[in-house]
């Protein structure tokens, strides 16, 4: 007898659990409600306004066939003449030629003058073959002074001849995002096929400023060194000059051929901004000023219209997420990285707006840390950045015993 009625209360016990499995999936779960729908948490209102004016673009009275002013610590760009056409860049090219010498060379390395680097055409150091200098003073020679000999003969002793290291200038501009941009000399001497373009030149330059040793190269006034056998003095000076002539001018390179024109390559610091400036063809001998003149309405025009804003705004409304079986939580939030925010030069009447895209729900588990979507961020009707947004924390999944607890507390009102 106590067994049939133990062997009863067992099949009622597994009939109450099958019953409240049925009522919780398919009686009381229906009528559950999880979160907001998707439409209120990507309404309008997730747009943040800095300001409301519409942006105005002033036209300077530029020389230069093609221009560009870009922020040093965001990469953008200020202002823009003709910056994605093709131009010859002279000596602007040794930026790049520096740069490199810096990454693959060591500053004790000696370079010996091959007869190739010795018949280069003016302007040059005059150095003769086998004559040999520290890779660290030709480095000034090449920057400094503009040396054409110079420029080869640091190429060669790093790629082993021109060809080799052209190609390693153009790995180089690919990887750092100079994709209109095609080198043949390490010099920048005319050559079929040996083009850059202003934005692209900005872009270089904005590599190269990251590196120390090429700041401290650029804003050396002078420069003197021996050939290592003692038997020759050299001293370059640095004909830069608009290091003396703008309040936080930085450098950075001249240059000049037949086809390219006057060009500059420069960046000034004030006002907690480095800004870079590229002018090309910015007239024809004999006006060597124009490059100066440029260069110094460009950055006046970005020092006095803009001023650093960081973004993503602390303030700004963080959608969540619906999410769909889970534990004590009926939305999920989501947030950037730590510490993502970038400062940014902004004009007084500029927007900043935030789309972002997420999923309309996201099923539990959810683990904190992993990637939720991103947001892409506008000034003006303009894509500035897309950042990805990550979950903020850990939701556990609804299982069959989180659902047997809650009927029985229902059930028996605990």
Not at 11 to 36: E, Q, S
Not at 62 to 76: F, I, K, N, P, T
Not at 248 to 275: Q, S
């Amino acid at each position: 007898m106590k067994l049939f009625a133990k062997a009863v209360l067992q099949k009622i016990f597994v009939y109450l659990i099958f019953g409240c499995y049925i009522f919780v999936n398919f009686v009381l779960y229906p009528f559950v409600t999880y979160g907001a729908t998707a439409g209120e948490f990507f309404s309008d209102d997730l747009n943040q306004q800095i300001h409301n004016e519409d942006r105005i673009e002033e036209l300077l009275p530029l020389y230069a066939s093609s221009a560009v002013l870009m922020d040093e610590g965001s990469g953008r760009i200020l202002y823009n003449k003709n910056g994605s056409e093709r131009k010859a860049n002279a000596s602007t090219t040794k930026i790049m030629t520096c740069i490199l010498a810096l990454e693959y060379g060591n500053e004790d390395d000696i370079v010996t003058f091959s007869a190739n680097a010795a018949r280069q055409p003016d302007v040059q150091m005059n150095g003769c073959e086998g004559e040999q200098y520290y890779l660290k003073d030709l480095l000034f020679a090449l920057m400094l002074e503009s040396h054409n000999d110079v420029a080869v003969a640091i190429a060669e002793h790093i790629a082993g001849d021109v060809e080799t290291f052209a190609g390693y200038m153009n790995d180089k501009a690919q990887e750092v995002g100079a994709f209109d941009t095609h080198f043949v000399t390490p010099n920048g001497l005319d050559a079929d096929d040996h083009y850059t373009t202003a934005c692209d030149l900005a872009i270089i330059a904005r590599y190269a400023l990251q590196n120390k040793e090429f700041q401290e190269i650029i804003r050396t006034p002078a420069h003197t060194f021996s050939e290592i056998s003692g038997k020759r003095n050299v001293a370059v000076v640095n004909r830069d000059g608009f290091l003396t002539q703008y309040e936080g001018a930085i450098g950075i390179k001249t240059g000049f051929t037949g086809n390219a024109g006057y060009c500059f390559v420069g960046a000034a610091k004030k006002n907690g901004m480095t800004l870079i400036s590229v002018v090309l063809a910015s007239g024809w001998p004999p006006h060597k000023t124009y490059k100066w003149t440029d260069t110094k309405q460009l950055m006046d025009y970005g020092f006095s219209n803009y001023s650093v804003h960081t973004i993503p705004d602390v303030s700004i409304m963080v959608p969540e997420i619906p999410v769909d079986r889970g534990v004590d939580a009926d939305t999920v939030c989501v947030c950037l990285k730590e510490g993502t925010s970038i400062s940014v030069p902004m004009r007084e009447n500029e927007t900043v707006r935030y789309e972002w895209n997420l999923p309309d729900e996201t099923k539990a588990p959810v683990q904190k840390g992993c990637i939720a979507g991103t947001v892409d961020i506008y000034i003006d009707q303009e894509l500035f950045a897309s950042e990805v947004l990550y979950y903020a924390e850990n939701v556990e999944a609804i299982t069959y015993y989180h659902e047997l607890i809650y009927v029985f507390r229902r059930l028996f009102m605990i």
